[in-house]
């Protein structure tokens, strides 16, 4: 069992930065591949970015490609989204998941999501 907190979420302007947190509690959390999903009102989930249990591999969607990263402290049971250049349709419920494998779905476990307001 896996529980996850996101922190971290606010109103930014556009082209600035916010670090989202999602810290995890449960023995296994290094053994699980995470991920940073997002969706905003009337859209679809959307996948942002998921890193392997080791921290090696990481995958992004391409709306967010070379301005999000991606990390993850498995000393710490954390996950990390650096968010960086940020625009408004960046706006959304950021949410962290947890599962087996980078390739897996569906996911395991979910947080309870944290709101990021870009403005412009």
């Known amino acids: 069992q896996v529980q996850l907190v996101e922190s971290g979420g606010g109103h930014v302007q556009a082209g600035g930065s916010l670090r989202l947190s999602c810290a995890a509690f449960?023995?296994?959390?290094?053994?699980?591949?995470m991920a940073w999903f997002r969706q905003a009102p009337g859209k679809e989930r959307e996948r942002v970015a998921v890193i392997d249990w080791s921290g090696s591999i990481t995958v992004y969607a391409d709306s967010v490609k070379g301005r999000f990263t991606i990390t993850r402290d498995n000393a710490k049971n954390t996950v990390y989204l650096q968010m960086n250049s940020l625009k408004p349709e960046d706006t959304a419920v950021y949410y962290c998941a947890a599962v087996r494998s980078i390739t897996g779905d569906p996911y395991d476990y979910w947080g309870q999501g944290t709101q990021v307001t870009v403005s412009s």
């Open positions: 449960g023995r296994t959390f290094s053994t699980y591949a």
